[in-house]
């Protein structure tokens, strides 16, 4: 079954630590996308990356990074810089760039920063 | 700037009612629009979208929406609805390069 795997679904770390989230994709798509979603703000755009080895910064991309080394591959990292990471984070993938593809979504981590 | 408005934060509607989830859009050119929908703590999935030709779009699920460019507006509907369709929906407008979504709007459905 193709797909978008986010884990874990659930992560917990104390203030100041770094914390990487996985997502993979076996659907072949070029693009990829997180997202972060709070309670009443709809979903807001961290980064996304249209090819391996190239990614864009997002609305919001202060505190986080990413890294695209292979096509079903993008993980983002939350930094200690990030002043508010608890949220709810998801990753899609699209065939191609544009907004005109379909975009795929995973089905979120949960991350909880102490 | 784009930007989306979903003006209803919670609907609540009984099950087999009609519902329409309203949705303004602001944006330069042709949008290209979007409904999500997104169950508890998963992940959104497609119900349609819109970019071009006939201004009534069919999606899955049963749902429609209609494009309406004199109000920017494209809001959802469903004329029976089903207690499997509580949920977040969330309306998104495409350009250039990125999607802008809405704050969402939670249905509850009652028995």
């Known amino acids: 079954d193709g797909g978008i795997t986010q884990s874990p679904k659930y992560l917990f770390r104390k203030e100041g630590q770094n914390v990487t989230l996985s997502c993979e994709q076996n659907l072949n798509h070029d693009a990829m996308y997180w997202y972060r979603q709070d309670p009443g703000q709809g979903l807001r755009l961290i980064y996304y990356?249209?090819?391996?080895?190239?990614?864009q910064k997002g609305d919001i991309a202060e505190g986080y990074s990413v890294s695209r080394e292979k096509k079903e591959s993008f993980p983002l990292t939350v930094t200690s810089a990030q002043k508010n990471p608890t949220a709810f984070y998801l990753c899609a993938s699209s065939l191609g760039q544009g907004i005109s593809y379909e975009q795929y979504f995973g089905p979120g981590t949960r991350l909880t920063v102490t | 700037a784009q930007s989306v408005t979903q003006p209803d934060i919670h609907i609540t509607v009984s099950e087999g009612a009609s519902l329409e989830l309203r949705c303004n859009y602001s944006y330069g050119a042709t949008p290209y629009l979007f409904w999500y929908v997104q169950s508890p703590g998963q992940g959104l999935q497609l119900l349609l979208k819109?970019?071009?030709?006939?201004?009534l779009v069919q999606g899955i699920k049963g749902f429609e929406a209609e494009f309406k460019r004199s109000q920017s507006s494209f809001n959802l509907r469903k004329p029976s609805v089903h207690w499997s369709d509580a949920a977040e929906y969330f309306c998104?407008?495409?350009?250039?390069?990125?999607?802008?979504f809405g704050t969402g709007t939670r249905l509850q459905v009652f028995p």
């Open positions: 990356s249209q090819i391996v080895n190239d990614f």
């Open positions: 819109y970019f071009s030709g006939d201004t």
């Open positions: 998104a407008v495409g350009g250039a390069d990125k999607l802008i």
